[in-house]
């Protein structure tokens, strides 16, 4: 909605079709131009055909967002086979199958920009998680790459490694009122991020204003990254108010 408003026409592409057709239809209601385009960002060949339909509706294609994440719970040590592969594929699979096929597109052209939505559970392990913190630091390390050899043809690669975000994934994993109150404590500005704060971020980071940057990921987390002693900290407040 963001890069709509700024006046990108927005392929809205997703696996659930009602998801990305209500996004659709909030940006034209809005005087924006999209088009909703069903995908498993998985599939070699629904990525190609995201590619060709994005290209006969909009005749280029300046700026990708990799976005696409999903999470299973439990140790690793627990982790059936299907969840590794199932995560791997969307989270970083995904995102090498859409830079590769519109990549292509963007080094011919000799511009472009490539957006990786990562997380910071690619800097700093999240138990129980599964799959998910090796993804994101498979897509950390993607996003490096890219930019390195892409950088020669006008192509820049940025990242984003969010903490936690007020969206409905945020939600489900801290879905108990107590557990969501302990995570929002636990980062330092007392609060989740909210998306409009992401996409600020994003939309600089894709415009000409941020021209010079490429192989960079920046981490917005309200100051989580850095707050180990702080949590520290709490925990011990905690004991103490419970021997009280």
């Not at 993804?135 to 043809?153: M, V």
């Not at 940025?158 to 107590?178: D, F, L, Q």
């Not at 702080?230 to 021997?243: G, S, Y």
């Amino acid at each position: 909605m963001r890069f709509a408003h700024a006046g990108a026409r927005v392929i809205a592409a997703g696996p659930h079709l009602e998801t990305i057709a209500q996004t659709a239809r909030i940006i034209v209601e809005s005087g924006g131009e999209a088009y909703p385009v069903l995908v498993d960002v998985s599939s070699s060949e629904q990525v190609r055909n995201l590619t060709s339909k994005a290209l006969e509706r909009c005749g280029k294609i300046d700026i990708l967002v990799n976005n696409a994440g999903i999470f299973t719970t439990g140790p690793i040590e627990d982790l059936p086979e299907q969840d590794w592969d199932k995560v791997m594929n969307v989270n970083l699979k995904g995102a090498f199958l859409c830079s590769q096929a519109i990549g292509k597109h963007m080094i011919e052209r000799g511009r472009g920009v490539i957006l990786n939505v990562i997380s910071i559970s690619a800097q700093i392990p999240e138990p129980n998680l599964g799959a998910y913190t090796p993804s994101k630091a498979g897509l950390l390390g993607l996003t490096n790459i890219l930019a390195l050899e892409w950088a020669k043809y006008g192509v820049r690669v940025v990242g984003i490694s969010p903490g936690p975000i007020r969206t409905a994934m945020h939600e489900r994993e801290y879905g108990e009122p107590r557990l969501r109150e302990a995570r929002h404590r636990a980062v330092p500005m007392g609060r989740p991020g909210e998306p409009e704060e992401i996409a600020t971020l994003a939309e600089f980071l894709v415009s000409d204003d941020a021209g010079f940057i490429t192989g960079q990921t920046v981490i917005a987390d309200g100051g989580s990254a850095i707050s180990m002693f702080r949590t520290i900290h709490l925990l011990k407040e905690f004991a103490a108010h419970e021997q009280d």
